[in-house]
């Protein structure tokens, strides 16, 4: 499978703790992005790199959530101390240049208990 | 900024007739404009893009999309639809600064045999 693949899909935790989300991109795509989703809204975004440099944060971003993409190849997102709120889908796309497609994963579902 | 509106919550067509899905758009310059499909815990699929060119825009699946500067809409179009295209409909615009997408609420479309 050459698509995006995002682990894990599904992802349950109590309020307070900490959880990460992995994204591996379409190999050789230089762009990834991450977005979250609620339901009966569309996706909103997050984040995104260009290659290993995170280029831009949304302001939905707050200090407790953190993204990395060592060597520029998968990434991680990482949601410290979670709040109900936080319970969401969270999709990862990549795109090969900046005004392309981008290629969405399955999403990983986050629910806070 | 840079955003769509996709004004209707649901579309109910009968299986065999058109299906038109609208879009409007607000944008400062050149508008970049995608739809994309999102079936039940699945990650979103690429349908079509405009970037520049004719403004009818042809997809996957058999959809279309017509530009309409005047109008500053890109309504998702299908001749004939089928039960299998029921899912979640998104329209998107690229932001003028780092690629990522602002999506549109969604519509759901509900084909029926």
């Known amino acids: 499978d050459t698509g995006v693949s995002q682990n894990p899909r599904h992802k349950i935790t109590k309020r307070g703790q900490n959880v990460t989300f992995r994204c591996d991109p379409i190999s050789e795509h230089n762009r990834l992005y991450w977005y979250r989703q609620t339901l009966g809204q569309g996706p909103e975004f997050l984040t995104y790199?260009?290659?290993?440099?995170?280029?831009?944060k949304s302001r939905l971003l707050s200090d407790r959530f953190s993204a990395e993409r060592p060597k520029g190849s998968f990434s991680t997102l990482e949601i410290q101390r979670t709040e109900q709120g936080d319970s969401a889908m969270y999709l990862c796309a990549s795109s090969p240049t900046s005004v392309d497609i981008q290629y969405f994963g399955a999403g990983t579902r986050l629910s806070v208990l | 900024a840079q955003s769509v509106a996709q004004p209707e919550d649901q579309v109910n067509v009968a299986e065999g007739n058109p299906l038109t899905v609208k879009c409007t758009y607000s944008?400062?310059?050149?508008?970049?404009l995608f739809w994309y499909v999102q079936y039940p815990n699945r990650g979103l699929q690429f349908l079509l893009k405009y970037i520049t060119g004719d403004n009818l825009v042809k997809g996957s699946y058999g959809f279309e999309a017509e530009f309409n500067k005047s109008q500053t809409s890109f309504h998702l179009k299908k001749p004939s639809a089928l039960v299998s295209d029921s899912a979640l409909y998104f329209c998107a615009v690229m932001r003028d600064s780092g690629y990522a997408l602002n999506f549109g609420k969604g519509t759901s479309l509900l084909v029926t045999p």
């Open positions: 790199f260009q290659n290993e440099a995170q280029l831009e």
């Open positions: 944008v400062s310059g050149n508008p970049y």
